[in-house]
């Protein structure tokens, strides 16, 4: 309870500093609204060529935009909670603001990642939910109450490795000194999650999904929560799901040790 007042404390302070320059806030909002429509009209333009993406895939036109609102929320989530707070944690090494962070009774981990929130991120959630909505109506598919219920505790599996994925990479600053490259970064390596992992096959395909399924696990961000609304359950389904909470687990993990040992690194800005 202690840390949900926090967090709580943080989310009314980042949005009193948000409504405090509330024009800044209506175009960064208005801008992610800008970017989603153009996404989805380059979508619309591709389903005018085509019924599938890929030959035997399963994902048709509503399919995909299950998929795509999959998509947005697990970003969303991700850029309005924990992108920020990961590009500030440079500053806060060179600056020394993390020997405050330090200092305070609480976890390190949980202050770093959390005490900013950009409310503007999260305007995409209105699109992705109607967009979710208009593409379950048109699917000849109906998942059941166990997919439902399935879907947003997998949406926070994704949204779980790709905040293992941002915070490894903000603690990397500490042994690099600057890291300012983390948004684009992170933004190449995410790429990978937009798209439903079939279309990696072949000779060159086939590589890239082994290795951004069980080393850096984005295809399984999006793709695992978006079929259980989208397609019919089936064997392989369910293997992906259990692969997808077991890397789950590990990143998360693995993250928190890395962030451990980056934080026995630290070396007092005033030292």
Known sequence: MPYVRV??????????????????????????????????????????????????????????????????????????FFMPNANEFGELIRSGGLDFALLKPIDTQFLISLQKIEWSALGNFAI????????????????????????????????????????AMAAVGVWLGRNESLYDFWFYLTNFSRYPMEIYHGSFGTPLRIFFTFVVPVLVVVNVPARFLAMPLDRSMWWLAAIALALTATSLILSRWIFQKALLSYRSASS
């Open 128 to 167: 992705a939910g109607v967009l979710l909505g208009v593409s379950l109506w048109q699917l000849d598919y109906r998942p059941g109450w166990l997919e439902v219920l399935l879907y947003p505790f997998f949406i926070a599996c994704g949204v779980a490795i790709l905040y293992s994925l941002t915070i």
């Open 7 to 80: 967090f709580l404390t943080f989310a009314r302070n980042s949005l009193v500093r948000d409504m405090t320059f509330r024009a800044n806030f209506l175009i960064e909002a208005v801008t992610a609204l800008a970017w989603m429509a153009m996404n989805l009209t380059f979508y619309l333009l591709i389903f005018n060529y085509t019924t599938s993406i890929g030959a035997n895939t399963g994902w048709g036109r509503y399919e995909f935009f299950v998929f795509l609102a999959t998509s947005l929320f697990v970003n969303s989530v991700v850029q309005a």
